[in-house]
């Protein structure tokens, strides 16, 4: 298949596009690269290109893999979502594969997302003005890979953070550590 597929890589990180180019050109494939927007309309107008991710990735969820894959990735949502709030905590929308802790209060979710990664958990926090004030939440990034192991200790870092970051507050420090009546 590489013989027949010619990738146009496009990016505008000049050391990030030779390293692209160089893998795929290593695995058989012709390549044509581009760095502006430009290049790319100009590259695009030289001839077909295609795309073997994009090919492989339609290929995938056409499939039945491609339906396990989604089975065991809403399994894993409807898991954690259901472990968050067992564990007392709530989560915004419909079940989907970012799952959306509520933590509401702003300076509740600032010293949780400070604790996060010594507990080893990595989440997006949204806040104001991305959302209304005290709407404050995580984001959780959930895959069909996920085990149920890696799901229990996400929810169990994200209670202890929190926990953590609620002792604090009620200590009457901030997220820097100051004294509440200090830092203002």
Known sequence: MPDSVHLLVVDDDPDLLALLAQSAQA???SVATASSLAETAAALDRGPLQVAVVAKAFEIVASSEGDALRAQLM????SLR???????MGVYGDPSAIVAVKTGDEALARMTARELPDLGLISNLVEFPAVAKGQARFRLQVMARHTPEQLTAAADRMQKAMAIALRRLDAGFDRNEMPLALAG
């Open 75 to 78: 399994g894993n949502v409807l």
């Open 82 to 88: 259901s472990q968050i709030e067992a564990r007392g």
């Open 27 to 29: 695995h058989g494939y």
